[in-house]
């Protein structure tokens, strides 16, 4: 759910509050995720610049879940 709210704005402070929520839950779940917090800041850098700017950074984030999602799925069957 979290996930999906992050996904669908292009305002830079409902990232930020979104972001820190999911970075809360994993760490407190200890799942074993890294953060790559250098290409975070820099993905954070360029969402500011506008719409396109924005969206492309969405989507990389999308992407980049929803494989992940579909990758740990395929090992649970």
Excluded at 19 to 47: C, E, N, P
């Amino acid at each position: 759910r979290r996930v999906q709210a992050l996904l669908g704005t292009n305002n830079y402070n409902a990232v930020i509050d979104q972001l820190v929520h999911l970075m809360q839950i994993i760490k407190s779940k200890k799942t074993g995720i890294k953060i790559d917090y250098a290409r975070l800041a820099g993905d954070l850098y360029k969402f500011q610049f506008g719409y396109r700017q924005a969206n492309e950074v969405r989507l990389r984030w999308g992407e980049q879940y929803y494989r992940a999602f579909k990758k740990s799925d395929t090992n649970q069957q």
